[in-house]
């Protein structure tokens, strides 16, 4: 299958600072990248969806301007957690959706965590 | 609406007993994916088998075993000789055209030498 890297695998900020996580697509372009959080011991929740060159299309309850959403080319899509709290702590996971394709491929994820 | 429901939480069994996890969905879409993956403690989804609702064919992988029922709406994965490093949480996920997944809770197993 396709290959989408999400970097970096973990990041430890402190609160109140910005973090920004990658998603790359390696050898397909994806004109959609979708981004889940998953809480400990919990499943995988979508917070938003974007489309390259577009704004992101956030789920209810997820704040965007908090998690600043860019999908500028069709190969990276970045997360950027601002003004992180320990609450923000959490696994994040992208998917990446190729143009006509109808299977999203998921990235490593990224394990935050805010002290 | 999309809806996965994975009704077992945890299960625990012994090594070499066979284990299967429910998954039960929910869609109004004719044309959809479902998923299984595993999740071990390190956190990353590894992708253990995919189905498109035109596929009813069961389907047999070393182990593993899936059976789709589209007339009851599920997919249930079977582990045949579980073994210890199959001790992890199991999500069973749908995917429509549009490429949102749905995620079950999840089904964490556990396997006991």
């Known amino acids: 299958g396709a290959v989408v890297s999400q970097h970096p695998s973990w990041v430890i900020c402190k609160s109140g600072t910005s973090v920004k996580i990658e998603c790359r697509s390696l050898d397909f372009q994806a004109t959609t990248m979708f981004w889940y959080r998953q809480f400990p011991k919990q499943s995988l929740m979508l917070m938003a969806t974007?489309?390259?060159?577009?704004?992101?299309?956030?789920e209810q309850g997820v704040e965007k301007d908090k998690f600043l959403i860019n999908h500028a080319s069709l190969t990276l899509s970045t997360l950027t957690v601002t003004s992180a709290h320990p609450e923000d702590s959490s696994f994040y996971i992208c998917?990446?959706?190729?143009?006509?394709?109808?299977?999203?491929?998921f990235g490593q994820g990224t394990r935050l965590t805010v002290v | 609406a999309q809806k996965v429901t994975q009704a077992q939480t945890e299960i625990s069994v012994v090594e070499k007993e066979d284990v299967t996890l429910d998954c039960v969905y929910e869609t109004r879409d004719t044309t959809y994916y479902l998923f299984w993956y595993k999740q071990p403690p390190s956190g990353e989804l590894v992708f253990l088998i995919r189905?498109?609702?035109?596929?009813?064919q069961n389907e047999i992988s070393g182990r593993y075993s899936w059976n789709f029922q589209k007339s009851t709406s599920s997919f249930n994965f079977t582990i045949t000789a579980s073994q210890v490093v199959d001790s992890a949480v199991y999500f069973c996920?749908?995917?429509?055209?549009?490429?949102?997944?749905?995620f079950g809770d999840g089904t964490t197993l556990t396997v006991k030498p």
């Open positions: 189905r498109n609702s035109f596929d009813e």
């Open positions: 998917s990446a959706l190729g143009q006509g394709a109808t299977e999203a491929f």
């Open positions: 974007s489309n390259e060159g577009s704004k992101a299309t956030y």
């Open positions: 996920a749908l995917i429509t055209n549009a490429g949102k997944s749905t």
